[in-house]
């Protein structure tokens, strides 16, 4: 697989590309997740993010599922996150999702990484999104990758120890 692409951004030049998942990149995963700041944004996130052990086993149950795929995304050959989607049982389709580190915000990492995405590795469709409806940024992504907002729901959200309104997208 070859999801090598050139990207520019208003902070410059940067080679995004997508790989398979390495055991080596969960310590920076979970390093980018405990951002307070980030996990408020992604509102639907681990009970307890500073929980090295449960994030571990949470992330070898995400990588034994044979119904998920999911990509590492590198800029300049430097982990930056992940995409991934997996199957919800409550939909026709699955559903995709992805997490950057913050200090790659702002940059159009997350758009042209799911593109990516999309484009090279989960072709399926329906596929389905969800953000935090104050998530803009996310909801902005989903947009720009051509999803549209079909529902709304509400969940706990761990990350603020409340219930938070979200948004459920589509891409057909």
């Given at each position: 697989m070859?999801?090598?692409?050139?990207?520019?951004?208003?902070?410059?030049?940067?080679?995004?590309?997508?790989?398979?998942?390495?055991?080596?990149?969960?310590?920076?995963?979970?390093?980018?997740?405990?951002?307070?700041?980030?996990?408020?944004?992604?509102?639907?996130?681990?009970?307890?993010?500073?929980?090295?052990?449960?994030?571990?086993?949470?992330?070898?149950?995400?990588?034994?599922?044979?119904?998920?795929?999911?990509?590492?995304?590198?800029?300049?050959?430097?982990?930056?996150?992940?995409?991934?989607?997996?199957?919800?049982?409550?939909?026709?389709?699955?559903?995709?999702?992805?997490?950057?580190?913050?200090?790659?915000?702002?940059?159009?990492?997350?758009?042209?990484?799911?593109?990516?995405?999309?484009?090279?590795v989960?072709?399926?469709?329906?596929?389905?999104?969800?953000?935090?409806?104050?998530?803009?940024?996310?909801?902005?992504?989903?947009?720009?990758?051509?999803?549209?907002?079909?529902?709304?729901?509400?969940?706990?959200?761990?990350?603020?120890?409340?219930?938070?309104?979200?948004?459920?997208?589509?891409?057909?």
């Amino acid at each position: 697989m070859n999801n090598m692409e050139s990207a520019r951004s208003n902070s410059g030049s940067y080679v995004l590309s997508l790989r398979a998942v390495a055991a080596s990149d969960l310590p920076v995963f979970f390093e980018q997740q405990l951002d307070a700041e980030a996990n408020h944004m992604a509102a639907f996130t681990a009970k307890d993010p500073t929980n090295k052990d449960a994030f571990m086993e949470h992330w070898s149950r995400i990588l034994q599922n044979k119904s998920g795929t999911i990509r590492t995304i590198l800029i300049d050959g430097q982990v930056a996150g992940h995409v991934f989607s997996y199957r919800d049982e409550e939909l026709e389709g699955p559903e995709v999702s992805y997490w950057i580190g913050m200090s790659y915000w702002g940059r159009g990492v997350a758009t042209r990484a799911l593109a990516a995405f999309l484009l090279d590795v989960v072709k399926q469709r329906p596929l389905y999104g969800r953000a935090a409806k104050d998530n803009i940024g996310s909801l902005r992504v989903l947009e720009k990758n051509g999803f549209t907002r079909i529902g709304e729901g509400k969940g706990f959200a761990n990350a603020r120890n409340a219930e938070t309104e979200e948004f459920l997208l589509r891409l057909e």
